[in-house]
């Protein structure tokens, strides 16, 4: 049986956020006590981290944003482009390194060498646009790794499923003329950033590869769960992926401060389940998931582990 790759390193912590910030370094430290008390690190290969080529992140951003990016975290500023994302020094260097462990791993299960991987990375990257920094994202790391799979690596059909429980505008937006990625989201409505109707569907050429399934405050695994297995594994089964990524965020999780559904630790084993059954069915198994939000530290911690143990053994 083929290992399932972790990319988990505490240089991902380095990105500070500065006191009281949501997405702050803890999160990772929780995650990975969680992960080596359990046993399911041991379980996992461990990735490299990897700094990633300008060249693959300048396929879905602006160069002048990688330069502001860079620019604004050696200046020192604490802020780019809007009140909540917050960058040190360090930010553009970490940002580089989350977005490049995210390829190295896609490659390793592209190359056949893993079976699935998750990446506990942070900054996170759904919100980031491809001019903008917004939503504690500076880079797209999921769209950085699916525009790569399709450019680098003759996927011609990746699917990107986005259960954090915030609207990915910026990874809709980037994909949305694009049939060749089908960009997949469960999210609270109304809720920040305010994208994500169902009525949003893709444009052009990319008419019919967008799905946002919305749902309403205090909705809870039923719910969820629901989106999942009766509306976005049927349409991807239409699709039919060669790769499928998970932009996995846990904050719609009950316990979570940031929003207001209800979903406990176990549907997003369940979810997993789902998921991974699909990628066996229709891309050969190849999954990659990557950490977005989740700012609930326990709940974070337990529902990473309910996702990597499922990973590991979907059909338990
Ligand atoms: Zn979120």
Not at 138 to 164: E, P, T, Y
Not at 204 to 222: F, K, M, R, V, Y
Not at 256 to 275: F, Q, S, W
Request: net charge negative; with cysteine; aromatic share 6%.
């Amino acid at each position: 049986m083929k290992p399932v790759g972790l990319v988990m390193d505490p240089r991902f912590e380095q990105h500070d956020t500065g006191p009281g910030h949501p997405e702050r370094p803890e999160r990772l430290q929780s995650i990975r006590h969680e992960l080596q008390t359990t046993g399911l690190a041991g379980r996992t290969q461990a990735v490299p981290l990897t700094r990633c080529d300008e060249a693959l992140i300048a396929r879905v951003h602006d160069p002048e944003h990688i330069r502001r990016v860079e620019n604004a975290c050696a200046a020192g500023q604490h802020l780019l482009d809007s009140m909540d994302t917050a960058i040190c020094r360090d930010s553009y260097e970490i940002a580089r390194l989350a977005a490049g462990s995210l390829v190295g791993l896609c490659d390793a299960v592209a190359r056949g060498e893993l079976a699935r991987g998750f990446a506990a990375v942070r900054p996170p990257g759904h919100h980031a646009e491809r001019d903008l920094a917004m939503g504690f994202c500076l880079f797209n790391n999921v769209a950085i790794a699916a525009r790569h799979l399709n450019q680098d690596k003759g996927f011609s059909r990746v699917l990107i499923v986005d259960w954090d429980v915030h609207h990915g505008n910026g990874t809709q937006h980037i994909f949305e003329e694009d049939p060749r990625v089908f960009y997949a989201s469960i999210h609270q409505w109304p809720l920040y950033p305010g994208t994500g109707a169902q009525t949003e569907r893709g444009s052009g050429a990319g008419e019919g590869t967008t799905l946002n399934c919305p749902l309403a405050p205090g909705s809870g695994d039923a719910e969820f769960l629901r989106a999942v297995r009766e509306e976005i594994v049927p349409a991807a089964e239409s699709f039919g992926p060669d790769f499928v990524l998970v932009s996995a965020g846990f904050d719609a999780h009950r316990a979570d401060p940031l929003a207001n559904l209800e979903v406990t630790t176990e549907a997003y084993g369940d979810a997993t389940a789902a998921l991974c059954g699909l990628a066996d069915r229709r891309a050969g198994g190849r999954l990659v998931s990557v950490l977005e939000g989740g700012y609930d530290l326990d709940a974070l911690a337990g529902s990473v582990a309910r996702h990597v143990e499922t990973l590991l053994d979907p059909r338990r």
